[in-house]
């Protein structure tokens, strides 16, 4: 809702290397990406069962939130830096801003 009064130049910004433009408001971004994802052939529900997560924990992360390991595999996914998809998240050196932690678990999850 706080997305909807922001002017567009704002809420959305360009992808370097593939010139897309990438929504900035969490909501919007995370329907974009499951919008790219099924454009390549993918979805949510495959990317958590390769990662060994659930669909729910990947989708929090496409909403910016959550892990960066998994915001990372949404990049790589759709082909594009995880910098340009999360740019709130990294400075201007492409440094990330906050600190993370690492996943709980050791490995990924055998299907």
């Given at each position: 809702?706080?997305?909807a009064n922001q002017p567009m130049a ?19 971004r995370r329907a974009w990406i499951i ?73 990924k999850r055998k299907t």
């Open positions: 809702m706080s997305g704002k809420s959305i910004h360009r992808s370097a290397s593939q010139k897309k433009l990438i929504p900035l408001v969490p909501a919007q919008y790219e994802l099924r454009l390549l052939g993918h979805s949510l529900r495959e990317l958590a069962d390769q990662e060994g997560v659930s669909q729910q924990a990947v989708s929090a992360s496409a909403m910016g939130s959550g892990s960066s390991h998994l915001q990372a595999a949404l990049a790589d996914a759709l082909g594009i830096s995880v910098c340009e998809l999360f740019p709130e998240h990294f400075d201007s050196a492409g440094k990330r801003l906050m600190p993370t932690r690492q996943p709980k678990r050791n490995q």
